[in-house]
């Protein structure tokens, strides 16, 4: 007979098989989920750095609120939709009733709601077309890139269809090879910004819902194989090694593949595998690590066969221990602040590095070591602008709020956005955290769905990071975080509106915290709304007096916290949202910025300033 002791080790070791294969099986689950990409489109990491044809300026564009363009009157999709035709050909026996040339433009890349008075408010479908000419080389294959297009979107060239996406954030790419010709071409769009109860987001945001093709959109010519993606991230445990990999789109076992750090004098070789994939190792010594005080980047040369791309690259490392949070090793404070993708001083959807620079600009004024970039993946011009500016990010997956949690496409939906924004962005330096979801409810469905998520972002990628802002509840003076969501997290993320949607700020000065979980701690959104230029006594809401009073309560209370590594106030900037009719005060922007939409600095910058630069707020690093 086994003893106790035998018998619990066996025991022990039974449970542990259990749950390594409840593990796989959840793995498994959440891949399988994901198991069948849309062949029509794929990810390219470093498309920006591709030479590529802009498609920008004015296209054609023809607003179709029933989206007859692509539906028959009996609401059957039309194949080649009457807009494919243009324009009536000699002989048409048909009414032509779509005139691509007699129609007025819109700019591309652009939201079309800043660009027309009547579409301000305008949901629904436009049609977008466009010429060009071209010449297409032999052994070639052409891409057309999609920034982002807002919400639904779908693509022919020439007549002939290329490919239909859903997600308005992340960047994708259509083949075109077989659709384009020599000389004269052209292309039609469609994109939907209609809202969806099965969308991610869902129907209800805070923040307006720019539509159109609202990033850049080019062509990029590869060759027959072609590097698609690539990771190349710093060995957390040996400081000096290289590692990752890089995958060649129809690349054979066996072919080489080469990575070069002229700059260190590094290079790494290996051979692809089977799934067109080659391990990379490389020794760096010497290497100047990358980080808010020093953003480094290296020039970075990955070839392939007939393929190669020069890639500009920081190295880094980032961990937890216990409740801290480690960058390159050391414990690091995040003093930040949330972002939205809103165009200064124009309003719109932020798209140049320039609206890059001015937003990043001013949150290094604040005195910002990491932004959160929310509530969406955003243009990788501002996550370039972040790698050279030394801001670490937190990048979020657009699962805000209350979506469908039990419907498996929606699922689907959001593991299809994490893909495109990991597999876009997973070499930036800044990126420190994958967030997954904003203030969601807690259900059990809920926390299955977001599970999933994080376990697919860890298997995509282990050298981040998993998050999410949570909400919190609260017990008389006692506010408490224990939404069972952060079991999965490596750090929490939490939202609170003290002084705003609940008590005065000075309700601040009497709540203690009770955190469920020994994790790094980050309060991801505080604030509250004042117009810029509106002045009156600190507790005249809406003045800059009430919000800078919230600031000085809020950080008294969170130096209290002993787990708090980071902090990213809500918001930097005053952000366009239908939810903010206020007149005369909001006329619908939310106006918790610390800077208006025209640059206009409020008090609470300063308040935050100043405990940022003279380090009041934290623990010292
Ligand atoms: C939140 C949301 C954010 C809103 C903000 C507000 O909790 O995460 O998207 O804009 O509050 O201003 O109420």
Not at 182 to 200: L, Q, Y
Request: aromatic share 10%; hydrophobic share 40%.
């Amino acid at each position: 007979m086994k003893s106790r002791g035998q018998r619990s080790g066996a025991l022990a070791s039974i449970f542990r098989d259990i749950a390594l294969l409840v593990a796989i099986a959840a793995i498994l689950a959440a891949s399988a989920v994901w198991a069948a990409p849309d062949p029509s489109s794929i990810v390219l990491t470093g498309a920006d750095r591709r030479p590529a044809t802009s498609l920008h300026g004015d296209w054609a564009a023809i607003v179709d609120p029933y989206f007859s363009g692509l539906f028959s009157f009996h609401h059957q999709e039309r194949e080649d939709g009457w807009f494919l035709n243009r324009k009536a050909k000699p002989g048409d026996t048909f009414p032509t009733e779509y005139d691509f040339s007699k129609a007025s433009t819109l700019k591309v890349p652009a939201d079309w709601n800043t660009q027309r008075e009547s579409l301000f408010y305008y949901e629904g479908p436009i049609w977008y077309e466009r010429n060009f000419t071209y010449q297409p080389r032999e052994h070639k294959r052409v891409f057309l890139h999609v920034g982002a297009a807002n919400y639904r979107s779908w693509f022919w060239v020439n007549g002939q269809k290329v490919c239909e996406h859903e997600g308005g954030y992340t960047s994708f790419n259509c083949e075109i090879t077989s659709a384009i010709h020599s000389g004269n071409n052209f292309i039609v769009a469609a994109v939907d910004n209609m809202r969806r109860e099965d969308g991610v987001p869902t129907l209800e945001t805070d923040w307006w819902n720019y539509g159109g093709l609202t990033r850049e959109v080019s062509l990029i010519e590869l060759p027959e194989t072609f590097i698609d993606q690539y990771d190349l991230h710093l060995n957390r445990a040996a400081g000096s090694v290289i590692e990752g990999w890089v995958h060649v789109d129809g690349g054979k076992i066996g072919d080489k593949v080469k990575v070069e750090i002229p700059e260190l004098n590094a290079e790494g070789s290996s051979v692809l595998t089977a799934e067109g994939r080659a391990q990379i190792h490389l020794v760096a010594s010497n290497l100047e690590r990358w980080s808010p005080e020093t953003p480094k980047l290296y020039k970075v040369k990955i070839s392939a066969g007939q393929d190669s791309i020069d890639d500009l690259i920081g190295f880094r490392t980032i961990e937890t221990r216990g409740t801290e949070i480690l960058l390159n090793g050391k414990p690091i404070f995040l003093r930040g602040v949330a972002i939205h993708a809103e165009a200064p001083y124009r309003t719109g959807r932020a798209n140049t590095d320039k609206d890059a620079e001015t937003l990043l600009g001013w949150a290094k004024e604040l005195g910002c070591n990491y932004v959160r970039l929310a509530h969406y993946p955003h243009d990788e011009s501002m996550l370039r602008a972040a790698d050279r500016m030394g801001l670490l990010v937190w990048s979020e997956n657009p699962v805000y709020w209350a979506l469908q949690f039990d419907n498996p496409k929606v699922l689907a939906k959001a593991g299809q956005q994490l893909d495109e924004e990991i597999g876009t962005s997973r070499n930036h330096a800044a990126i420190i955290l994958w967030s997954m979801a904003n203030e969601t409810p807690n259900t059990p469905a809920r926390t299955h769905f977001i599970e999933s998520l994080a376990t697919r972002a860890r298997f995509l990628d282990s050298s981040r990071l998993i998050t999410a802002a949570l909400l919190e509840h609260a017990e008389g003076h006692t506010k408490i975080v224990d939404d069972p969501l952060g079991n999965v997290l490596d750090v929490i993320g939490v939202n609170e509106y003290i002084g705003w949607y609940e008590q005065r700020p000075e309700g601040a000065d009497s709540t203690e915290w009770r955190i469920g979980y020994q994790k790094p701690l980050i309060v991801s959104e505080f604030g509250g709304g004042a117009k810029a230029g509106l002045h009156g006594g600190e507790n005249d809401r809406w003045t800059e007096e009430y919000q800078a009073n919230i600031y000085r309560h809020q950080l008294g209370m969170l130096n209290r916290i002993p787990q708090l590594r980071g902090m990213s106030p809500w918001i930097l900037m005053d952000f366009r949202s239908p939810n903010r009719p206020l007149a005369g005060i909001q006329d619908e922007f939310n106006r918790k910025g610390l800077i208006s939409d025209q640059g206009e600095k409020k008090q609470a910058f300063f308040v935050l300033q100043k405990a940022y630069k003279e380090k009041t707020i934290g623990k010292p690093e």
